[in-house]
Structures are given as structure tokens and as C-alpha cells.
């Protein structure tokens, strides 16, 4: 089964416009990590906010602002006033421990924003 | 500030041929996760070292294999390759004194399998 689930393959919005990525989660652990990530076309993976199981506070960063809800086990993300510079493909990832106590991420399969001018 | 670099960035290599990527941690982590991303798809995790021992292993093929050294990087050995192998490999770093989810990944390796 799918540990993050990210419904929206594709998104495509006009400059300005407001959007929002979802992301679900499941996960039987009480400690975990969950995490956002950009991969414009040039590839590299660009670290956006990493957040834990204990932290529910919503948090907000010039046009970015993120949802953590665990009681619907979600971990939205929000872009306000979007430019085409957002386009990329969007990455929400879950981090459990795994047996030898490190937190390996495991990836939603990426939500591609397509930005139009 | 210092980021995690792996090297070549680019390769191209023929079936059955063999492929050696390289990835050197930021200064002063200790930790490198190796991840595998096919076109289209979610980086899956391969392997991780810490302290130059394996610490984590995840869908690696037996065709693969990776240790880290000395001077804490790492190479990922490919051998047999298949067109499936192409892919974008990243590598991943973590601090010495860091926690355990953070990871502070680098630009990807873009291995072309012709």
C-alpha cells in the first residue's frame, strides 16, 4: 500500500492563482517526519520544510504555507500567487525509523505543477 | 556552503556494461543514502552507509553495490546494466551531529542505459 499518497498527478493554473497540493500519509508510528520537496526540470531534489509528528503548528514562508492535519493524516501545501517559476514536480515524503533507527523518506509519486504565464 | 557532490553528472553507457557514481558528503557528515529515481517515478531508496558500514538497504539490485570509504564517500558499482537502470541516482548526506531524518540530498547522477 501506498505510505503517501499525492491524488493529483498534474495541476495546471494561470499566474497569480492560488494552489494546493495534497498529500496523505499513513504511517502506525507516533514519531515521524514529513516532508516537501521541489524537482524543477533541471532535476536537482530542493528541500522546502520538514516537519514532525509533534509540531501540528501550520507554517507559512513568503508565498508557501503548509497544512499538517493528523487527524485526517495530512500534510498539504499551499502556494499563493503562483509564478511560473513554481512549475516542477512537487515530492511528499513520510520518514519512519527503520529497524537501525534511521528515518529513510519514502516518496508520494510527485505532484507535476504546470504554471501558465 | 558546501553541498553534497557526486560525480559525473551525466554518463551514458551500453547494455551489460558496468557504471561507477560517485558522491562526496558535505564536510562532517558521516552518513550517505544512495536513492534511485526512474523517469516519471519517486526516488526509491537504495542503501545508506554510516561509518562506513551498511546501515539501511532497501530495493537495491544484486547488480549493484556500494560502499562507503575512508574519507566517507561512497561509491554505487553497477554492473550488467539494463535500459531499466537508466535513471536519476541522487545521493544523500547527514550530519554527524544531525537528526536522524534530516538529509541534505545532491544534483543527481543522469545515467542513460543505450
Known amino acids: 500500500a501506498q505510505k503517501v499518497t499525492q491524488a493529483q498527478t498534474e495541476i495546471s493554473v494561470v499566474e497569480k492563482e492560488d494552489v494546493t497540493l495534497d498529500c496523505v500519509y499513513e504511517?502506525?508510528?507516533?514519531?515521524?517526519?514529513l516532508f516537501w520537496y521541489k524537482q524543477p526540470p533541471s532535476g536537482e531534489l530542493v528541500f522546502l520544510i520538514r516537519r514532525n509528528s509533534f509540531d501540528e503548528q501550520n507554517e507559512i514562508s513568503g508565498r508557501y504555507s503548509w497544512n499538517f492535519q493528523k487527524s485526517t493524516s495530512s500534510f498539504n501545501f499551499t502556494i499563493t500567487a503562483s509564478q511560473v517559476v513554481d512549475s516542477a514536480v512537487y515530492f511528499c515524503a513520510l520518514s519512519e525509523a527503520t529497524s537501525g533507527g534511521s528515518y529513510i523518506p519514502t516518496f508520494g509519486r510527485g505532484t507535476s505543477l504546470i504554471v501558465h504565464p | 556552503a558546501a553541498g553534497v557532490i557526486q560525480s559525473p553528472r551525466h554518463l551514458i553507457k551500453e547494455k551489460r556494461e558496468t557504471a561507477t557514481l560517485k558522491c562526496y558528503p558535505i564536510?562532517?557528515?558521516?552518513?550517505v543514502y544512495w536513492y534511485q529515481q526512474g523517469p516519471g517515478q519517486d526516488p526509491q531508496f537504495l542503501i545508506s552507509f554510516y561509518e562506513k558500514m551498511q546501515s539501511d538497504k532497501g530495493s537495491i539490485p544484486d547488480r549493484f553495490s556500494a560502499q562507503q570509504f575512508s574519507d566517507y564517500h561512497s561509491e554505487l558499482n553497477m554492473s550488467s546494466l539494463e535500459l531499466g537502470d537508466s535513471a536519476l541516482y541522487f545521493c544523500?548526506?547527514?550530519?554527524?551531529?544531525?537528526?536522524?531524518?534530516?538529509?541534505?540530498f545532491g544534483p543527481g547522477t543522469r545515467l542513460t542505459v543505450l
Open positions: 564536510p562532517r557528515h558521516d552518513t
Open positions: 544523500a548526506s547527514r550530519p554527524r551531529q544531525g537528526a536522524q531524518n534530516e538529509q541534505f
Open positions: 504511517t502506525r508510528d507516533t514519531t515521524y517526519y
